[in-house]
């Protein structure tokens, strides 16, 4: 069955620091999510991209979070100077349309 | 904006015994999602509900749907340990097809 592949699984970062998180969605879906879980929390949606653009985006999705589908297969999140509170699990799905949404098994990112 | 509300947020059970899990939410949505999560793990599929009365089944749990009312279940019978987890509803935002997901049940079986 078709994944949602993201790494790295864990990322440990200073405070202040960039990082970027990569996701390759199945290749014939054509919408794009980020989710966030703060540890123990439930999740929440970050952002949605379609044809190139982004579609939707939360208020925790501010000027400090970009996100790139550079090569038409990869999907990255960029966090531009990170803080402790973006320590969280996050999640990159995709949908093809109506039915199916796959999440990938996430990136856990520590900011210390 | 669609909120979803899960009961109870924590369950512990005896092994054998049957119980559900409940998912509310508050406007219309084309389809509700149910997830299972592990300890530092990603969100396993469990089920799609795509219509009204939608019921399905696999193995101990069974999933259901009431669009009228803006709620599902997660019924489980029969618990064992192995379905010791977080269970997350999450219903799709019509508009934009993000999912908006409950607070999560964490769910014990114990012997």
């Known amino acids: 069955e078709p994944e949602v592949t993201q790494t790295p699984s864990h990322q440990v970062t200073q405070m202040g620091q960039e990082v970027i998180l990569r996701c390759v969605p199945i290749?014939?879906?054509?919408?794009f999510y980020w989710y966030r879980q703060i540890l123990g929390q439930k999740v929440e949606f970050l952002v949605s991209?379609?044809?190139?653009?982004?579609?939707?985006k939360s208020e925790i999705f501010d000027d400090q979070f970009s996100v790139e589908r550079p090569d038409g297969s990869n999907f990255t999140l960029k966090i531009r100077s990170t803080k402790l509170e973006d320590s969280a699990m996050y999640f990159c799905?995709?949908?093809?349309?109506?039915?199916?949404?796959?999440f990938g098994s996430g990136t856990r990112l520590t900011v210390v | 904006e669609l909120k979803v509300e899960q009961n109870p947020l924590f369950l512990s059970m005896q092994e054998g015994k049957n119980y559900t899990i409940y998912c509310n939410y508050s406007?219309?949505?084309?389809?509700l999602y149910w997830y299972r999560q592990d300890p530092g793990k990603s969100l396993e599929s469990l089920f799609v509900?795509?219509?009204?009365?939608a019921v399905k089944q696999e193995g101990r749990l069974m999933a259901s749907l009431d669009t009228k009312a803006r709620l599902s279940t997660l019924h489980i019978t029969a618990a064992v340990h192995d379905l010791s987890a977080t269970y997350f509803c999450?219903?799709?935002?019509?508009?934009?097809?993000?999912?908006?997901f409950g607070q999560g049940t964490e769910l014990s079986v114990k012997p």
């Open positions: 799905a995709s949908r093809a349309g109506k039915y199916g949404y796959t």
């Open positions: 290749s014939n879906h054509l919408y």
């Open positions: 991209f379609y044809n190139n653009e982004i579609s939707e």
């Open positions: 406007t219309t949505s084309d389809r």
């Open positions: 509900l795509l219509s009204n009365g």
């Open positions: 999450a219903a799709f935002y019509n508009q934009g097809g993000k999912l908006i």
